[in-house]
């Protein structure tokens, strides 16, 4: 959920200067027709990674706007009169009436993350408490209120080098002063534990956005910008009780997807694949048949472009395997009888038992690649996927099953040598078809699909593995290693 | 939740051999349409209390129906093969495709409910279990399936009759030769823990159907007949995103309410009254001077027929109690301020701190009764409400709020009299308006929106308290002793 928070955006100071000014015209416009309409409230969330700056995006947003529509609400512990409430009540007493906005630095989410900071979830408490925040917010929205929570994130890199700048100045010196260690130490922890809260409470009505917050002016640009279109859209739609009007996918303002990150030309020279590869395919052999491997079973997920190598990954992997222990299942368009299920229950039926890998030649991700992009299914449907996935995923690890999921990606120039390639080569002819051509006329449509999967199916328990594929060589020796060292970690 | 299903429902002979070759006719004939049309599934759940006939539901069912076309999935524990997938594995193996009728007698609450006949509830993993149950029937809505849940009740001593019954003959006997005595014995706890089940997964697209049991005839006919409803229903609107297709209130068969059962006469004559609402008022003065008071509040809440004795009854209350300690909140129609706000906003902020009471004169249930039948929001809203009232509740109640709630019961001859009354004593002119006399033409409507109420309101936690008020010394009396009982055993 967090990988294309930590690539660095960063938008110039030129563009930054140019956009601000009409971003802050048409928010106050926004804020008017919303204070004339008096239909809605509009209720902002802002939480996030210490020290990502939770505080300057609300003062920033109180600049731009008219404050006297806003409501600004600060973290604070509970009071003892609210102490003797239940825990939502101050925070209906703080509820924005309809035409106002209300930002909520410390809201009903701060107790979660105090505790979540201090190692504890899975407590049946934590869990009611995170089952009433869903509610809460679910009966918010019936009731029209837009509500947008924003995930100010920072790497473990970013966050050290903030520490070391606030400490270098001698005004932001007393931030730092008395820094708990802990907030460096437990990066790790906290962050894949806020990432599942995140996640289990981004609903079509209440989506979280995360934002890379290294550099202040991509991070305030971009929440300025998210919080202009969920009003404007509201004003513009209506309330209606449709998923599409009110969950948005944000496009990064700097255009930069976690694929434009990868090096796709990663090298690797034969000998150094052959080596490489025996001693990675070696290691699995041996681990696949490692007696813990009887409690386990494994599920490989390979999509990627046309093109990509796929097939040649995967015959590297079954290569190293025991052709009893495992099963390949091409995926193509669903049967007559698939059609009339869920579309999950073609997938829940392949599941592997323990000891066995059953690998993925596409997946359930299609839902959200091509029959996103090609129309198959409406955006409500591709929309709830996402989560629909999240949870699968979630119910296949707590049943000992390891997923590993891995996109090969190549560039468009990498594709087109390949697509002449088996035009021109007769035994791989059958490879390429006229779909494949159309396909890669939707090129930029594919990438933002992918972006987007990446973004939101990615969790500690089952990440995305992008892999590098322009090398074939590299990109074979990479998946076999990864699932090496996974099923390593997994047997320890 | 189940007080209406404790009534003694009942069809009789004649009229079940008239309806039942229609229904039957009709439910063929709707599978029929169905199966040609094969746009859904429909998923049927059958559970319930031991012995209420979910076998003989299902089978009845069957007989009715095209069995060819009913997939029936018995109870029966998992397998091995099955322990080493997911819970939720099993059950999608057994979904329905589209056009088909799938029933669960075994279904995905069944270890729900088996941890909770031993007593086992509020662990992270049960409060897990029911999260993701939620999501699966979502799920299954969102793909297109309609679903019904029937949960099958029978009071305590329905449950006692219906074993004694089965011992006493020799075709029987054997299903009751090796009972649990806990079956019998921990009645009261499994129902209240099943309440809260039935309550919390009771959503608009997967509703329970509360269904008394213990008479087979009206048991069945009632099955029938909504899963009919559901079925046609479904045909006829297709899916639609919103709740209103979907979310059935059950107009019981026989007509009979809670309401009905109620013996309005109650009498008590003028010195019984004096001396035992003495005693009961001097009780809740006590109580509510008791030392362990300070840890507590009090939330109570009057509803009742215009003209019921709401204002009589709640000075009876505060008579015995110190004013310093509580405040009265006559409820009308909402102001400005509250109109721009969730329609919960205007009582959160009347809630009583610790060591207070707070009197409710009309309240939130405004919303299911008053706003239903006169049409100020849509079905959407007051259907939505049940579930948002009752999660209210139950944050109070964890926060030591104790909450208290009467209907206050008369019938239509009494209110006739005392409009009548009060037009002709003029001390008491201010007291009718010809709003009154609206209302009373809409007689049925309201009894029906408060049966409604009370079937999906009252909770273990916070019952109604039906109040028969023909007689208001009687009236007073109960009220008066309800509140000091329940104080009672609050301060224990």
């Given at each position: ?43 902002v969330v802002v939480a996030g990674v ?287 009888e698939e059609l009339a299920q869920p ?150």
């Open positions: 959920m967090f990988e294309s928070a930590e690539i660095g955006h960063k938008i110039d100071k030129q563009t930054y200067s140019i956009q601000v000014p009409e971003l802050r015209a048409s928010l106050v416009e926004a804020q008017y027709e919303l204070n004339e309409a008096r239909q809605f409230p509009v209720i210490e020290f990502a700056g939770r505080g300057e995006v609300i003062n920033t947003l109180n600049e731009w706007m008219d404050p006297r529509h806003i409501q600004v609400h600060a973290s604070r512990a509970a009071t003892s009169v609210e102490l003797e409430y239940p825990t939502l009540w101050r925070f209906w007493q703080d509820l924005p009436p309809k035409g106002k906005i209300g930002m909520f630095f410390g809201s009903w989410y701060t107790p979660l993350f105090r505790e979540l900071a201090n190692g504890n979830k899975n407590t049946a408490d934590w869990e009611r408490a995170m089952e009433r925040i869903i509610r809460f917010e679910k009966m918010l929205a019936d009731e029209g209120a837009v509500i947008v929570k924003f995930w100010l994130h920072l790497s473990q890199d970013a966050l050290k080098k903030r520490i070391k700048k606030l400490g270098k100045h001698a005004e932001t010196k007393w931030k730092v002063a008395n820094l708990d260690p802990g907030i460096v130490k437990n990066y790790q922890s906290f962050k894949s534990l806020a990432e599942s809260v995140v996640i289990e409470s981004s609903r079509a009505h209440a989506p979280w956005i995360v934002v890379e917050s290294s550099q202040p002016k991509f991070r305030n640009l971009t929440v300025g910008t998210a919080l202009l279109q969920a009003i404007r859209s509201r004003l513009k739609h209506g309330h209606t009780h449709s998923i599409t009007s009110v969950a948005p996918i944000h496009q990064p303002l700097d255009q930069l997807g976690l694929l434009d990150t990868l090096n796709l030309d990663c090298a690797l020279d034969r000998n150094d694949y052959k080596q490489q590869l025996k001693h990675h395919q070696g290691r699995l052999h041996r681990l696949a048949h490692h007696k813990k491997f009887q409690d386990l079973s494994v599920v490989l997920v390979f999509e990627g472009n046309d093109a990509a190598g796929k097939g040649g990954a995967i015959r590297r992997v079954t290569g190293a395997l025991d052709v009893r222990q495992m099963k390949i299942h091409p995926i193509s368009a669903p049967t007559d579309f999950l229950w073609r997938f829940w039926r392949r599941l592997p038992r323990r000891g066995r890998i059953a690998v993925f030649d596409r997946s359930w991700y299609g839902r959200v690649l091509v029959e996103r992009v090609e129309g198959y299914c409406g955006q409500d449907d591709w929309m709830r996927a996402y989560s629909e996935i999240n949870e699968f995923e979630e119910e296949l690890s707590e049943a000992n099953m390891l997923v590993i999921k891995f996109w090969l990606a190549i560039s468009k120039d990498e594709q087109l040598k390949r697509f002449k390639e088996r035009e021109h080569v007769r035994f791989k002819k059958f490879k390429i078809t006229p779909d494949d051509w159309r396909n890669r006329e939707k090129w930029d449509a594919y990438v933002r699909a992918v972006n987007d999967m990446i973004d939101r199916t990615s969790t500690a328990q089952s990440p995305w593995v992008l892999v590098e594929a322009n090398n074939k060589w590299h990109a074979r020796v990479k998946v076999v290693k990864t699932i090496a060292d996974r099923l390593e970690d997994a047997l320890r």
